[in-house]
């Protein structure tokens, strides 16, 4: 499956060259009064992280200067300056395991592994932090890799990779699921609290011939399937506006979901800038940090202003 996914994108990256713009948008709600200010194609910086963090994946900015960081594998918090882009600390929390998405409250830690555990790292920078590990109704079979901190509910926001429903539960075909981790009770609410159409993202893809073509002629050839292509990795709110970003490495999007979930744009990401895009998150002030693995190279972290 892995050699599909890369053959896929591979043939994505070719028909992205025959002048489609990657940065084109579709106003998905006209009605929405939302305003993208962010020009995906030309980062403000590009910071190249150290070796360790190859694997790099979710993102949390923290504080007035820094974003904290995990990995795939170890269970340890990175901090890196947003001037410098250099990594200043790490902290270890436990053992190895596969962390996907960070979300910084305070002084708290929540990092998520795909199994849809969250382990909460109280006083995360002390060299003795109080971790504390809950069990989520999520299996490895959702994949979850998105995490985000929604101050509106104090919930965080888990967003699955893979299948979007709870064991036993409604199974939501069509769709992709991110569900509510309420901080008050910490318990997930098993009816999601958004659900990304698939239907819309497919009309999207398919909006010129070449796109149409690509789709049509990888899904023929076993490449690519929707359940597949569109998966999300990376999810945060924009500050400003409250609209929640969400980014699939595999589709090479990125969209914007309002607070109802209706989805108000959907830009591509170009592949020669977005390897594997799997952190996002936002400052106070709205600049736009996403990450990306570095496969055979290294992992980065691009900046975009908002204009």
């Known amino acids: 499956m892995l050699l599909y996914l890369k053959i896929g994108i591979s043939l994505l990256t070719l028909f992205s060259g025959c002048k489609i713009?990657?940065?084109?948008?579709?106003?998905?709600n006209s009605d929405d009064p939302f305003n993208f200010t962010y020009n995906l194609d030309n980062p403000d910086t590009v910071w190249h992280m150290p070796a360790e963090l190859v694997e790099i994946s979710g993102l949390s900015c923290f504080g007035e200067s820094h974003i904290a960081?995990?990995?795939?594998?170890?269970?340890?918090?990175?901090?890196?300056?947003?001037?410098?882009?250099k990594v200043i600390n790490s902290y270890i929390f436990?053992?190895?395991?596969?962390?996907?998405?960070?979300?910084?409250?305070?002084?708290?830690?929540?990092?998520?592994e795909s199994n849809g555990?969250?382990?909460?790292v109280e006083n995360f920078q002390h060299p003795h932090p109080v971790v504390t590990k809950f069990k989520t109704p999520l299996t490895a079979d959702n994949n979850a890799e998105g995490l985000a901190y929604d101050s509106q509910t104090n919930a965080l926001l888990i967003a699955c990779k893979d299948k979007p429903y709870l064991k036993g539960g409604e199974k939501y075909e069509g769709f992709k699921a991110i569900y509510s981790f309420g901080l008050d009770e910490k318990t997930l609410d098993p009816t999601p609290r958004f659900l990304i159409d698939l239907s819309v993202i497919e009309e999207f893809r398919a909006n010129n011939a070449i796109r149409k073509f690509y789709i049509r002629t990888s899904k023929k050839a076993g490449l690519i399937s929707d359940k597949l292509f569109f998966e999300p990795s990376a999810i945060a709110f924009n500050p400003h506006n409250s609209h929640l970003f969400v980014i699939s490495h595999t589709a090479k999007l990125l969209l914007v979901l309002n607070r109802e979930?209706?989805?108000?744009e959907i830009h591509r990401l170009n592949p020669g800038l977005f390897n594997q895009p799997e952190g996002i998150c936002f400052s106070?002030?709205?600049?736009l940090y996403i990450s990306n693995e570095g496969g055979k190279g290294f992992g980065n972290i691009l900046k975009f202003e908002s204009y």
């Open 261 to 264: 979930g209706h989805i108000v």
């Open 69 to 85: 960081t995990v990995q795939d594998e170890d269970a340890r918090i990175y901090l890196i300056n947003t001037v410098s882009g």
């Open 21 to 28: 713009p990657h940065n084109d948008l579709s106003r998905v």
């Open 117 to 120: 555990n969250l382990f909460r």
């Open 94 to 112: 436990g053992k190895k395991g596969d962390f996907e998405g960070i979300a910084i409250i305070d002084s708290t830690a929540w990092v998520l």
């Open 284 to 287: 106070k002030e709205g600049t």
